[in-house]
C-alpha cells in the first residue's frame, strides 16, 4: 500500500506542471511527523525513477524541467537522509529506505559533489557491508548506493574527486569479500562481486 501510495504521488509529481517544488512541499509536509519518514522516504526513492517511466510518456521538455528540478533539490534532500540516518540508526526498515533512496537520487546525479564528499553519509554503505552480521537487506540497500555512485563516475570527468575518494573505500571491501567466500556466505559475496564489477566498467 505505502509504495503503490508513494507511487501515485511520484506519479502526480512529475505529471502536473503546475506543481512547483514538490520534493521541497513533500519534505516540509511530512519530514516532521516521524510516522511519515517511512511514507516520505519511499515518495523520494520512486520519484527520479518515474521520470523515465514506460507507463506514461514525458516529452523531453518535461522529462528536463522535472530534472533539474529534482537536481536543485538535490542538496535538501542530502541533508534529510543524513538527518534521517542519525535519528533512526538502529532501525533496519529505515536504513533500508535511506539507502535505496540515496541510490535512487545519486543514479539522478542530483547530488552537489561538494555536499557529497564532506557527508558523513557517504561512509555508511561501506560502514554496513563491513558488518558481517548485518541485515541482508541493507547490505544488498548499500551495495546498490555503492554501485550507483560508481556508475555516475564513469562518463563524466567532473566526478574525478568522487572517484578518487571511493577507490580506496572499494578495496578495504575486499578482506570482508573473503570472509564472505570462506564463510559460504553467498549473497554477501555476490554483493562485493557486484561492487568490483562496477568499479571495473566505471573505472
Known sequence: VVTQLALAIADLAVQMVEWKDAVGDLISRLAQDGRSVAMLLETLTVLPEEIDSPHFRLGSNRRKEVTEEMRRAGAVVLSLLSTCYETFQGQMAITVKILRCFASWMYLEAFPLDSLLGNSLMLVPFQQLALADADCQVQEAAADCICSTLYICE????????????????????????????????????NFCRIFTEMAESF
Not at 161 to 171: E, I, N, T
Open 155 to 190: 562518463n563524466s570527468p567532473n566526478y574525478m574527486a568522487l572517484a578518487q575518494f571511493l577507490q580506496p573505500k572499494v578495496y578495504s571491501l575486499f578482506p570482508c569479500y573473503e570472509q564472505s567466500v570462506a564463510e559460504e556466505d553467498t549473497d554477501r559475496a555476490i
